[in-house]
């Protein structure tokens, strides 16, 4: 079974660009699908974007002029990147995996940006 564990700093600046890294155990990064995803305070899930097993990047149109998932094969690991953050990008950010056996997530990581 597909293992993934969210790591990166819990507190950004405005401005700053937030990273983040997604440890994925049980399975490899060059297969099937890896994501990112977003919950803001009292909303409901936001997708930010995917890397797929071939490598192509897709982000969310909204997102995605700050936005940049890249992955390290020999680590067997992807990371997001989203540059000029702001307040609204106050989050609890998850990594998600999907194939088809079902889709996995990570246990979440709380980011704040405040100053």
């Known amino acids: 079974q597909v293992r993934l564990q969210e790591s990166g700093p819990g507190l950004v600046k405005p401005s700053q660009t937030l990273s983040l890294t997604c440890t994925v155990s049980?399975?490899?990064?060059?297969?099937?699908?890896y994501y990112w995803i977003r919950q803001p305070p009292g909303k409901g899930l936001e997708w930010i974007g995917y890397i797929a097993y071939t490598g192509a990047v897709y982000y969310s149109p909204s997102l995605k002029s700050r936005t940049s998932i890249s992955r390290d094969t020999s680590k067997n690991q992807f990371t997001l990147q989203l540059s000029s953050v702001i307040p609204e990008d106050t989050a609890v950010y998850y990594c998600?995996?999907?194939?088809?056996?079902?889709?996995?997530w990570g246990q979440g990581t709380q980011v704040t940006v405040s100053s």
């Open positions: 049980g399975g490899s990064i060059t297969s099937n699908y």
């Open positions: 998600t995996h999907s194939d088809p056996g079902g889709l996995y």
